[in-house]
């Protein structure tokens, strides 16, 4: 028995191993950057597993990303934080260096006033437009402006003021003000100007409620301070009673009172304040942790889908170069046959 060669036949037979080998050739091309040229087919029945793993992976990285945020929002609070605490300091100093003299009334006074101005613009510092101690209120600055036009905290003042004494704070006779009555007002109608619904109404826009973040599956914590915390209420007080009630024309005895009433709030405010950043520490360190936690857990679940998807490369490259000369050697092959005839032979 004998078969039917031919030249055709042959060549016909290279035609079809090239567009084999040509489809195999793009394949492994895409394959040669680590990922598979049909995931679908290569995966099979495993396909739901990757997915469900991807789709892990993905909620890991939006909780890093929103601790990153949380992060930054703290930190930024904490400067904040460290520079109202300077301050407070700052002032402190000044008021036990009068040693009950109303020598540097004046300077006190200027220097309150700085410190209010400083305290206000502190709270209402923001991050991506943001109000950092707003609580879940971010839209809006905190704490009304006391030395704007119209200050609804500082017409409190005014007329709580005018109220208890018959004047303003800017009259002369502020210096027949006793020490008996201006322990009175201080303790009474002013100090109710920085509590509760007078807080609310005339000084503040922050909610009581603390921005809480999601930091991992199952756990969240709070991440930010309100301005209606007792520290930024008692240092408002003292600076406002130091910047704002004339107390450089006070009289020594009634002038004393308010230097030791903002003493003691200065003191109370640092104290609180002190707790304040510490409880934005410790959030800010159980944020940290779990971002450690997501990072080991996002690097556990990678793996597993490089285990499923991922290409040996250096393979996939050695088969690249294994097709790319068969594919050579076949043109060659084809040339050689179409080169083929009789006649040559004759």
């Given at each position: 028995m004998s078969s039917y060669i031919s030249t055709q036949s042959i060549s016909a037979s290279l035609r079809r191993t090239v567009l084999t080998q040509q489809a195999e050739l793009a394949s492994a091309q895409i394959e040669v950057t680590g990922k598979r040229a049909d995931m679908g087919l290569h995966l099979a029945g495993e396909t739901g597993r990757s997915l469900s793993l991807q789709a892990q992976t993905s909620q890991l990285a939006a909780y890093s990303d929103a601790n990153a945020a949380a992060l930054s929002r703290m930190s930024l609070a904490q400067t904040q934080l460290d520079a109202i605490s300077s301050s407070a300091q700052s002032m402190l100093d000044q008021l036990l260096s009068t040693n009950n003299s109303t020598t540097n009334a004046e300077t006190i006074k200027d220097s309150a006033v700085d410190k209010l101005k400083g305290l206000i613009s502190a709270l209402n510092s923001t991050m991506n437009g943001d109000a950092l101690f707003g609580g879940i209120n971010t839209a809006q600055a905190p704490v009304a402006d006391y030395y704007a036009s119209g200050a609804t905290?500082?017409?409190?003042?005014?007329?709580?003021?005018?109220?208890?004494?018959?004047?303003?704070?800017?009259?002369?006779?502020?210096?027949?003000i006793g020490a008996s009555d201006m322990a009175a007002f201080l303790d009474g109608p002013f100090a109710s100007l920085f509590q509760g619904a007078s807080w609310s109404a005339d000084w503040s826009s922050a909610s009581n409620e603390e921005i809480t973040s999601a930091i991992s599956p199952g756990r969240t914590v709070s991440t930010s301070a309100t301005a209606n915390e007792t520290a930024f209420r008692n240092l408002a007080q003292a600076y406002t009673m130091l910047a704002d009630l004339g107390a450089q024309n006070m009289g020594a005895d009634a002038y004393n009172v308010v230097v030791a009433k903002a003493r003691t709030l200065i003191a109370a405010g640092m104290s609180a304040l002190t707790d304040v950043q510490a409880r934005l520490g410790v959030a800010q360190a159980t944020t940290t942790s779990a971002n450690s936690l997501l990072s080991s857990q996002k690097d556990i679940l990678t793996s597993q889908i490089g285990d499923l998807e991922n290409v040996d490369v250096y393979a996939a490259q050695t088969r690249v170069s294994e097709l790319q000369t068969g594919i050579e050697t076949a043109y060659a092959l084809t040339s050689q046959l179409q080169d083929l005839s009789l006649v040559k032979y004759l």
């Open positions: 905290n500082k017409a409190a003042v005014d007329g709580a003021f005018s109220m208890a004494f018959g004047m303003s704070q800017t009259d002369a006779s502020v210096s027949t």
